[in-house]
Structures are given as structure tokens and as C-alpha cells.
């Protein structure tokens, strides 16, 4: 998902995936089981903690990358009403983000070495935010596909055995919905339009599809970690489980809009229940996701000008509290007296 | 690249007068008067509060959750300290 950089066999040992058997790891794994919360400075086995940082910073990254595609088409907006609704969507992309960095600090880690690590290339983010946003349609397709799949995976992190990671889960759940919403309303406008908004929803439709499948992350039998995140309750359901729950959804809300599926393996499986679907090009994902996708540069560039364009404001402010510090130490009846 | 972080604060929240304020999740901001307008921008964007708090984390105490156990021991065993701890007959009402 927005984590799928943790699912890629990539050789990397430094997270164990066999269970501790201290008494400590022992003790951890119980109140784990007994569905208790850990919070900040609560023992926990050095995995869980380095997983935890992992996969919450790459869950930051890509609340705070996701906003470039978007940002993309604020001055285009086709009104002031769409205008007014994709501001405050990207600006509750930037509240996510903040959210989610502030509960990776809880564990030890410091705001600014998560944002090196991003901007020097090391950390991973969604795949999905790799794709460009070529047409006003894309910004449909985006809050209802991308926002929908990211609601399916976040849902159930509501329930994540680290307590400060669950509460930032609860509060993004809480605000997300609005963002569906919002998408799936300019894909309904451009489906009832003219035959060429039409085209345009479908082109939308057909591009951004499969890259949002991807967003689920590699196959179950593909995915390393998996199994050590379920026991942590790190990662509440799998991969692969919500992609068809996603796919089920979807779907219906598809036929509604009357937009065609690209995926000729798509039928409904009555016997299952579910839809069955076409296999993921994961060739594309590990490329992407490896940074060779068609906009990975160009968002990389974009956020690291976009840090030192802003490194003035926050030298500024940080001199500005100083001053008045000093001010207020220098003048204290003063002050008081104003 | 590596530069100052502007100091973390805490963010309490009032949601309406007669609820006491209560934590909400954290910031960085350069003083307090930032963090109180970056306060209202990232936790109160959809009317969640009426009043905010913000104070500096490194000004708060915590209790050592490794010594959860004895500290917190003391009240266990006190079982006098609540109302079904007293036996008074089914026949007296209001209390
Ligand atoms: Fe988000
Ligand atoms: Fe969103």
C-alpha cells in the first residue's frame, strides 16, 4: 500500500522474522495477543521497532509526495467549487503526513533524519504517486481510486497494535472520506457530460486501474515481512485480501459511472463471491517502485526544491523566535507592563 | 543538508467548553505562538475545538512505564476505596 516498499524481498536481515524467545519478547508477544496497545516507552524487541519506522515513514513520504500529482491541477481546476475542494483535500494530504511523522518520532527517530533519508533517495513511498496527472480527469480517478484503495488499507491500521500510529490511523480514516467522495463526483460530472468528458473519465479509468491494484503491494506468497507484521499486528489483514475487497467495491461503482474495467480477466465469480481478475504487470511495479517510473525523478526534484526553497522560512522563523525570546528576557517589566 | 528541527510541542484540545482539553498529537514549530497557529491549521481544520493548548514536550513529566507495576501498586489492594467494597441490604434505596 502505501507501505509496499516493506513487502519487496530486497536480502535486507535487519528486521528478524523469527519470534524472540526472551521472557521480555515473551511478555510482548502476550499483550500483543491480549489486543493491548503499545505505546512509546513500553519494552518492545528491536524489530518491532525498526518495522514500526519503516513502515510509518514510508506512510508519511507518501502522504507528502502524494500531494505533487495532484498540486499539479489546483490553478486548473474547471471552477471554484472543484478549486476549493482539491485545496482542502491536499492540504489534509499535508495534516496526514504530519500525523504520521510525528507518531514515527514517538519511536526515536527525528523529523528532520526521516526527510534526509527521503530526499536523499534512500526512503521509498508509494508506487501510485509515480504516475503523471495528465488530464483533469486523472484528479477523479485519483480521489475515487487512490483514496479509495488507501481508506481499504488504512481502515483496518485503525486497529494497529502501536498506539500512536492507531490514533494517526483514526484521525486520516476520519478525513478521508471526503476525498472519495470528492473524486468519484468529478468522474459521475464527467460521465454525464459530453461524449468527449466521457473519454476522458474512461482514459482516466484505464491509466490509473492497474498502478492502484499495485498499491496493495506484491502477491501474499511474494511478501517478506508479512507474516512477522501480522504476528506484531502491525499489518491487521494481507495484501492480497484487500486487493479483492477493493476489487469488489470498485467494480460496481465502475458500471454505475458506465465506464469499462481494463482487465478482459474481470468476472464475477458467483461460486467465490468475489470477482476474479487479470494478473498485475509486476514487472512495472518493481520498476516503479525502484525508482525508473515515469514521473520518480521529477517528483524527487520536485520535493527537494521544494525544501530548499523553504529553508529560508524556516531559518526565518526559528531566528524570529530567538529575537523575541531574547526580547522578552531583556525587557521583562517592560513586557508585562505592555 | 542536515539542519536545526524547530522544537516539538504537544496539542491539547478543548472540543467544547464543559470537556476538559485533551491531547491530540504533536508538533514542530519555532515558538509557541507558531505552534498554536499551526495547531488550528493541521488539528481543528473541521471545527474538532473551541480552545487549544500547545506546550513544549520536553516540558512534561511521564511516570516510567517500566515501573507501571510499583508505581501504580499501591491503589491495587485498596479495594475500600469503592462503593461495592460496602454491603448495605437490598431494602434501602437511594444509595
Ligand atoms: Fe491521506
Ligand atoms: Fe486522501
Known amino acids: 500500500m502505501y507501505t509496499q516498499g516493506l513487502d519487496i524481498k530486497t536480502g535486507d536481515t535487519s528486521v528478524p522474522l523469527e519470534r524472540g524467545d526472551g521472557q521480555l519478547d515473551r511478555r510482548f508477544q502476550a499483550k500483543i495477543d491480549a489486543d493491548e496497545k503499545i505505546e512509546p516507552k513500553d519494552w518492545m524487541p528491536e524489530g518491532y521497532r525498526k518495522t514500526l519506522v519503516r513502515q510509518i515513514s514510508q506512510h508519511a513520504h507518501s502522504e507528502v509526495v502524494g500531494m505533487l500529482p495532484e498540486g499539479n491541477w489546483i490553478t486548473r481546476a474547471p471552477s471554484l467549487r472543484r478549486k476549493a475542494a482539491l485545496l482542502a483535500k491536499i492540504q489534509d494530504e499535508a495534516g496526514h503526513g504530519l500525523y504520521l511523522y510525528s507518531a514515527a518520532e514517538t519511536l526515536g527517530v527525528s523529523r528532520q533524519e526521516l526527510i534526509d533519508q527521503l530526499l536523499a533517495g534512500k526512503a521509498k513511498y508509494s508506487s501510485i504517486f509515480n504516475y503523471p496527472t495528465t488530464t483533469w480527469a486523472d484528479i477523479g480517478a485519483i480521489g475515487w481510486l487512490v483514496d479509495g484503495a488507501a481508506i481499504m488499507n488504512q481502515v483496518p491500521l485503525q486497529r494497529c497494535s502501536y498506539g500512536p500510529y492507531s490514533r494517526a490511523m483514526i484521525r486520516i480514516c476520519k478525513e478521508e472520506s471526503f476525498h472519495q467522495r470528492q473524486g468519484y463526483e468529478i468522474m459521475l460530472t464527467l460521465c454525464r457530460g459530453t461524449a468527449e468528458q466521457k473519454r476522458m473519465a474512461q482514459d482516466a479509468l484505464d491509466r490509473w486501474w492497474w498502478p492502484s491494484l499495485m498499491m496493495f503491494g506484491p502477491s501474499d506468497k511474494d511478501s517478506e515481512h508479512s507474516a512477522q507484521s501480522m504476528r506484531w499486528k502491525i499489518k491487521r489483514v494481507s495484501n492480497d485480501e484487500l486487493r479483492q475487497k477493493f476489487v469488489d467495491v470498485t467494480v460496481p461503482q465502475a458500471e454505475f459511472l458506465g465506464l469499462r474495467v481494463p482487465d478482459p480477466d474481470l468476472r464475477w465469480n458467483a461460486e467465490r463471491g468475489h470477482y476474479d481478475f487479470g494478473e498485475i504487470d509486476w514487472d512495472e511495479f518493481k520498476q516503479v517502485l525502484m525508482g525508473n517510473g515515469p514521473c520518480n525523478r521529477e517528483r524527487m526534484r520536485a520535493r527537494r526544491s521544494a525544501h530548499d526553497n523553504g529553508r529560508w522560512v524556516r531559518e526565518a522563523a526559528l531566528a524570529h523566535a530567538e529575537k523575541r525570546r531574547a526580547r522578552a528576557a531583556a525587557a521583562p517589566v517592560a513586557e508585562a507592563a505592555e | ?95
Not at chain 2, 14 to 31: F, N, Q
Not at chain 2, 37 to 60: F, H, M
Request: avoid cysteine; proline fraction near 6%.
Open chain 2, 1 to 95: 543538508m542536515s539542519e536545526k528541527d524547530w522544537p516539538l510541542w504537544e496539542v491539547f484540545i478543548r472540543a467544547k467548553s464543559g470537556l476538559a482539553h485533551k491531547h491530540a498529537g504533536s508538533l514542530h514549530a519555532a515558538d509557541a505562538q507558531m505552534a498554536l497557529e499551526n495547531a488550528r491549521d493541521v488539528y481543528t481544520r473541521r471545527g474538532e475545538g473551541v480552545s487549544l493548548w500547545v506546550v513544549p514536550s520536553a516540558a512534561i513529566t511521564a511516570s516510567d512505564p517500566e515501573d507501571k507495576e510499583a508505581f501504580f501498586e499501591p491503589t491495587g489492594d485498596k479495594i475500600y476505596r469503592h462503593p461495592t467494597f460496602y454491603e448495605i441490604p437490598e431494602d434501602v434505596k437511594n444509595m
